[in-house]
């Protein structure tokens, strides 16, 4: 069973920084895809970003060129940097990995926490 762990969050000042990370225990080179989304209570889950194996990353419109995603192939793991973190950023973080024909994985979730 592939699993998914999340760590990184935690409580941040407004503007301030985090990075999460996204261990996979196989190779992230077995998902198609890979993502980050988000659920801040009340709210639907919404997708941060969307990392395809090849061609270009997807940001929601509400992350970009605050957020970033990247990957180390070598430790399975994708991480998301978070930078000028605002209230609205908070939210339970969880990475998601997509496997054809319709496989997809979740991982148990990270919470961040935007607060002065």
């Known amino acids: 069973q592939v699993q998914l762990v999340e760590s990184g969050g935690g409580l941040v000042q407004p503007g301030g920084s985090l990075r999460l990370s996204c261990v996979a225990s196989?190779?992230?080179?077995?998902?198609?895809?890979m993502a980050w989304y988000r659920q801040a209570p009340g709210k639907q889950r919404e997708r941060v970003v969307l990392?395809?194996?090849?061609?270009?990353?997807v940001y929601a419109d509400s992350v970009k060129d605050r957020f970033t995603v990247s990957r180390d192939n070598f430790r399975n793991t994708v991480y998301l940097q978070m930078n000028s973190l605002r209230p609205e950023d908070a939210a339970v973080y969880y990475c998601n990995g997509h496997r054809l024909p319709n496989n997809t994985y979740w991982g148990q979730g990270t919470q961040v926490t935007v607060s002065s």
């Open positions: 196989e190779s992230i080179f077995s998902f198609n895809d």
């Open positions: 990392m395809p194996r090849t061609g270009s990353r």
